[in-house]
Nanobody
Framework: QLQASGGGLVQAGGSLRLSCAAS????????MGWFRQTPGKEREFVAT????????YYADSVKGRFTVSRDNAKNTVYLQMNTLKPEDTAVYYC?????????????????WGQGTQVTVSS
């Protein structure tokens, strides 16, 4: 089970840090990802991190602004979002993959958090 938190309202140029806490003892065996979705659009890949945290990959739209990390001792994955833009406004979801170390396709993930709203005002 995944529980995302940390969303909110922020002005353009500001920062937010999302957290996603996982229950269970096997967190380190899951590749983790962050996705986002706006009404009427498909879920969009944001970032992914490998099981041991050594590997990361980002969507071009967030590269250089967002940083994904994880703490396997705390069963938590994070998304640090800096220099936020209005187009980053979305519901952000964390996801866990039991089959992929890192993945950009939402179909590779088999567990999802409930989503947290991020709103960036101009």
């Amino acid at each position: 089970q995944l529980q995302a938190s940390g969303g909110g309202l922020v002005q353009a140029g500001g920062s937010l840090r999302l957290s996603c806490a996982a229950s269970g003892r096997t967190f380190s065996s899951y590749g983790m990802g962050w996705f986002r979705q706006t009404p009427g659009k498909e879920r969009e890949f944001v970032a992914t991190i490998s099981r041991n945290g050594a590997g990361t990959y980002y969507a071009d739209s967030v590269k250089g602004r967002f940083t994904v990390s994880r703490d396997n001792a705390k069963n938590t994955v994070y998304l640090q979002m800096n220099t936020l833009k209005p187009e980053d406004t979305a519901v952000y979801y964390c996801a866990a993959s039991s089959i992929s170390n890192m993945a950009t396709n939402h179909r590779q993930y088999d567990a999802w958090g409930q989503g947290t709203q991020v709103t960036v005002s101009s």
